[in-house]
T-cell receptor, first 115, second 111 residues
Framework: NAGVMQNPRHLVRRRGQEARLRCSPMKGHSHVYWYRQLPEEGLKFMVYLQKENIIDESGMPKERFSAEFPKEGPSILRIQQVVRGDSAAYFC?????????????FGPGTRLLVL | SQQGEEDPQALSIQEGENATMNCSYKTSINNLQWYRQNSGRGLVHLILIRSNEREKHSGRLRVTLDTSKKSSSLLITASRAADTASYFCATDARGAQKLVFGQGTRLTINP
């Protein structure tokens, strides 16, 4: 059973470009979470999605950021018109259900560098 | 301070010694989890302890939870160089699915 997969592992963008980060959850998991980690800090929650639904986007910046988890295919975190402050590691996690006490399994992350 | 704060921020010990890291949180929780992150890598889940549990063991790991003090500790016994990493506690507040992470403890095991 493959773990959570993320691609690309590293992404370099110039200011103003778009960044697309992909996440394939573990087999059998229908709940996906995105987190952002700045250097030397802990992870900060961004958004929680189920198939075709955004459940909680309370950690998502209001502008330029969007996320989706379509019926088919991976979850996508999209950052439009990137700025240097968007440089960070973005981690995706998945869980089989949303019941309290579920372990979230993390992918290896995408490290975004904005020049 | 924020939910899920680890203490100390950095810890350096000799191989073979025990390492203890602490975590404090603010709100009522369903469970508390500990993760390890090697430099530049993703997070590896270590152990989950539920709010109605007080202690849990997994190999060389021992986790305690004191809900009255809103705190948890992670003990790694007989440390090895491979244990060098950052360790994070994460909590999920009741009614929410998102995890709230602390800043982490950077553990260095000296050979």
């Amino acid at each position: 059973n493959a773990g959570v997969m993320q691609n690309p592992r590293h992404l370099v963008r110039r200011r103003g470009q778009e960044a697309r980060l992909r996440c394939s959850p573990m087999k059998g998991h229908s709940h996906v979470y995105w987190y952002r980690q700045l250097p030397e800090e802990g992870l900060k929650f961004m958004v929680y999605l189920q198939k075709e639904n955004i459940i909680d986007e309370s950690g998502m910046p209001k502008e330029r950021f969007s996320a989706e988890f379509p019926k088919e295919g991976p979850s996508i975190l999209r950052i439009q018109q990137v700025v240097r402050g968007d440089s960070a590691a973005y981690f995706c996690a998945s869980s089989p259900s949303s019941g309290g006490g579920e372990t979230q399994y993390f992918g290896p992350g995408t490290r975004l560098l904005v020049l | 301070s924020q939910q899920g704060e680890e203490d100390p921020q950095a810890l350096s010990i000799q191989e073979g010694e025990n390492a203890t890291m602490n975590c404090s949180y603010k709100t009522s929780i369903n469970n508390l989890q500990w993760y390890r992150q090697n430099s530049g890598r993703g997070l590896v889940h270590l152990i989950l302890i539920r709010s109605n549990e007080r202690e849990k063991h997994s190999g060389r790991l021992r986790v305690t939870l004191d809900t009255s003090k809103k705190s948890s500790s992670l003990l790694i016994t007989a440390s090895r160089a491979a244990d060098t990493a950052s360790y994070f506690c994460a909590t999920d507040a009741r009614g929410a699915q998102k995890l709230v992470f602390g800043q982490g403890t950077r553990l260095t095991i000296n050979p």
